[in-house]
Structures are given as C-alpha cells and as structure tokens.
C-alpha cells in the first residue's frame, strides 16, 4: 500500500506511482534500473523506499513472469532490461537521484539496457527521452513517441537499442566519465575483425569475421548477461556456454561446426565457431517449394517428394549421431539445418539449448512449428521434432499442432493426395506427434506407441510472445511509449548490437 497522497495506474507491461498534484516536465533526463529475476524484489523494495518519501514518481514491471518475457531472446531489445523508471521531477534534481540510485543499488545486477547510458557498473542507466504520450508522424507515417526540440516543433524521441542523445541537448557534467567508459569499450579486443551482422537478438549479436591471425572466416556469437533469457531462465551467456560444452562433447562429427574459441570483452561473451557454407533449410524449401505457384509441375511434385525424403534422411542421421554422443540437441526446426550447396550434407547450427540426455530436461526454447508438447523431455524432444520436419517438408503448416496436435491426421492425408507418399510412410511421424508425452514406453522408432494429443504448451515465451514484444503495451493505452526494436548499424559491446 502507498501511501496517502499517491495515486497508481497500471498501463501495459506497467504499474505506475505517482504523487497526487505534482506535474513532471513533458521531457527530460529520466532514470532506468534494469533487474534480474533473482534480484527484482529487492531492487524495487529499496528503490520504492527511496522514491516514496521523496515524492519521486515511478513505474515498474510488476511480475516475475511479465520480467522474463520482456528480457526473453526474442524481446524487444530497445526496451528489455527496463524495470523501474524513475521521473526526476527537474533536471537539477537529475544528478542527486541518479547518483543517490547508483549507491543504493551499488554491487546489484541485471542486464545492459541497450537504449541507455549505463552509469558506473550497476543496473543503474539514464536517457533522455519523452515523460509524457505526446505523439508525431515518424518516417513511416506512423505516430510515434515526441519531444520537442528548442523550436518547440515535436519531433520522434528515438528508442531502439542504440543511445541516442538529442543533438540539442548537452549531456550534464557527471555524465562525462560514464560516456567515456562506454566509448572505450569495443570489439577491438577480439582477434576478429567483424565483417556484418548475420542476427540480432535480445541475447546478442551473431556476426561473421575473419580471424586476424589465420584470415579464416568465422561465426561469432555474442551473449549479453542477464538477458536474452529461455523459459528456465538461463541468460544468454548460460546457453552460450551450453552450447560450448554440447559442441565440444560432439567434436569430430561432420553434422556439428567446430568450436574455434572462446572470449569475454567487457561483460559480454563470445564464441567463435566454424563458418558454415550452405543454406538454411528454411530458406532452400521456400525456394524450391513446388506449391507455390498456381500451375503445379507433376514432375516438380515428384522431385520434391524424392529431395525431401533424402533431406530428412540426412538431418535424422546427425540427430541420431549428436543421440550416440549422450546429447540433446533441443531446438530442431529448419532455421538451424543448414544444407551445403551439392546438398549430401547438413550441419546442426545453433546448441544453446542441447544438454545431456540422461537428464531428461524439457524444451526451454523452441520455434513455433517445432514445440513439443507439455511432459516430452530429453531426446523425445528431438524426436517430435523430427517428425514435424517429416511432414513440414511437404507441407509447412505444423504451427498448427500448437492449437491441435490431432490436425497431423488430416495433413497426412493431405500430402498423400498431393505428392506420391503413402500413409503408411507418413505413419510413424504421425504417431510420434500424437504419442502421449508422458508414456514412458521406450521409444521405437519403426513402431512407436501412439496415444490421444494433448494440448500442447509453449515451451517458450518468446516465440508466441513476440507480436506483444514490437510494440509496449502502454504505446496502445495512451501512456507512455516504450522503446521499439531497431537494426543496430553499429557493432559495439557498449550497446549497439
């Protein structure tokens, strides 16, 4: 309970407190605190206390769960990390809050808020940006969040995951030694000299570099602490090292790529690991898909039946090879099958999520079309991955067992009508997508058991969550706009990417 002379609104992802009569400027320096899960109550406690008194206005995020999505890998990342906005109520009381703040919360961590200015080395960051919803048609035509500049013309405040400073406004003196330590750090402490950016996440960057010793090009992988966290909380950082140890377990087997090294450049991690050439099974089935025109080649229809039964053949062989070395892979889907140009082989990309096999773990990170259902663990879960991908080559439509897994009946029937596949070849897929998760019989792969579906569960928030991420909530209530995600241009570990 506040107390009197305070007022609460919840607006979105936010519950705001702010103190009866008193009226903020409608733009200005303001102050985020970034949190952890392990960490959030206790940050809000001292920051509450703080603010209360004082007639401080504020907003947080008022979950656990709410948290974890807002920092998951997909979030958005001009936005993630934010916990509790502090609104100094005037640009001279800005330094002693933010300096009061940095004590109070001194030793305590949570992930870098790539929209900020990060102050010393705790999860206190400042920006300067809108208080209030005042709106003006962007680039795009679109409305977004204002300020105004000395003219007083209303211009877009720019929130995405680079820091950003209004030309006009001069960043006060105390900020000074906070700006220069984030200059100072830099990918120039790797020995890669980064090419371009291959992926953004909330957890970090994926780049392709040459290696400034050997000239060979690599994958790089960044992993940001405390964000980009998966359904069991594990941060970006934790996969990465996940995914080193599974790659290192599976060295030797052609279906993984080598792990060249390992680096740590500030807080931030990286891996560097064997380029692969090819394509992503994605994009190759969307190029040779014999569907998607309305004049349907017979003979197209045929090659493809023929492809796909060798593609699949090949990416069960590499799971049955990373099974025999005691792992899981745990995130099968076609985005991390990569095919080399004469298509005779694929490479597993992407390890964050495998672990050991005898630990039986449940999915924590998955793409939509792949999700095994609630109570499949260990290598069950590349199994019902796997047999997604058997009917997903035909016809790409398994999102679908996400609302009905007894819909696979029907699509196999479909295919069967439209490519030359008998059900009986289609049978044992099908039956592992109904199998019931939570039967312990032992697995077989010519003759599994079959069971009544169950609705199935996301394994995790950032994948069925991510139209709720593009945009806070508050942007569509009225209140005050959150950060959008945008393309980082600049590759830096002080933010940019």
């Not at 047999?387 to 439509?397: G, K, T």
């Not at 709720?468 to 830096?492: F, H, K, M, T």
Request: proline share 8%.
């Amino acid at each position: 309970p506040l107390p009197e002379g305070w007022q609460t609104a919840r607006s979105g992802d936010w519950f705001a407190c702010h103190p009866t009569g008193l009226t903020l400027p409608p733009q200005g320096w303001k102050i985020h605190v970034a949190a952890a899960l392990d960490n959030a109550e206790s940050i809000l406690q001292r920051v509450a206390e703080y603010c209360l008194p004082r007639r401080i206005s504020f907003k947080f995020i008022p979950s656990r769960q709410l948290l974890l999505q807002r920092n998951g890998k997909y979030a958005d990342r001009g936005g993630s990390g934010k916990f509790i906005t502090v609104y100094p109520p005037s640009e001279d009381a800005f330094p002693g809050i933010t300096a009061d703040l940095m004590a109070l919360l001194d030793g305590e961590h949570g992930p870098y808020i790539l929209s900020d200015l990060r102050c010393g080395d705790g999860p206190v960051h400042v920006r300067y940006g809108a208080f209030t919803g005042r709106r003006c048609v962007g680039p795009e035509g679109r409305l977004v969040p204002a300020i105004s500049d000395p003219s007083g013309t209303l211009v877009p405040d720019p929130r995405g995951p680079v820091l950003r400073i209004p030309e006009w406004v001069t960043p006060p003196a105390f900020l000074t030694p906070h700006l220069d330590a984030r200059n100072a750090v830099g990918t120039g402490e790797l020995p890669y000299e980064i090419k371009s950016a291959l992926h953004f996440s909330n957890g970090g960057g994926v780049y392709k570099a040459l290696s400034t010793r050997t000239g060979e090009t690599v994958v790089l992988k960044e992993g940001r602490p405390h964000a980009g966290l998966a359904m069991d909380g594990a941060d970006a950082v934790t996969r990465l090292e996940r995914e080193r140890t599974a790659l290192e377990r599976l060295a030797g087997l052609d279906c993984v790529p080598r792990v060249l090294g390992a680096h740590t450049v500030g807080d931030h991690r990286f891996l560097a690991l064997e380029h692969i050439s090819g394509t992503p099974l994605n994009t190759l089935l969307a190029r040779r898909f014999p569907l998607g025109s309305a004049d349907v080649d017979p003979e197209a229809i045929t090659e493809h039946t023929a492809w796909s039964h060798r593609i699949h053949g090949l990416v069960e062989s590499a799971v049955a090879q990373v099974h025999a070395r005691g792992l899981v892979f745990g995130d099968l889907h076609m985005a991390n099958i990569m095919v080399d140009e004469d298509e005779t082989r694929v490479v597993l990309l992407d390890f964050e999520a495998a672990c050991p096999a005898e630990e039986r773990r449940p999915q924590v990170v998955a793409n939509p079309a792949f999700i095994a259902p609630r109570g499949r663990t260990g290598t069950d879960v590349d199994r019902y991955a796997l047999a997604c991908l058997r009917l997903a080559l035909f016809l790409p439509l398994t999102t679908l067992f996400m609302i009905d897994r007894t819909l696979v009946e029907r699509m196999a029937e479909d295919i069967t009508r439209i490519f030359p596949v008998t059900l009986d070849e289609l049978r044992p897929a099908v039956e592992e997508i109904l199998r019931d998760p939570e039967d312990t019989t032992p697995h077989d792969a010519e003759h599994p058991v079959a069971h009544g579906a169950k609705e199935p569960v996301p394994a995790d928030p950032e994948h069925t969550l991510q139209d709720a991420a593009d945009e806070e909530p508050s942007a569509r209530r009225g209140g005050e706009l959150g950060d959008v995600a945008g393309e980082a241009a600049v590759v830096a570990v002080g933010g940019e990417g």
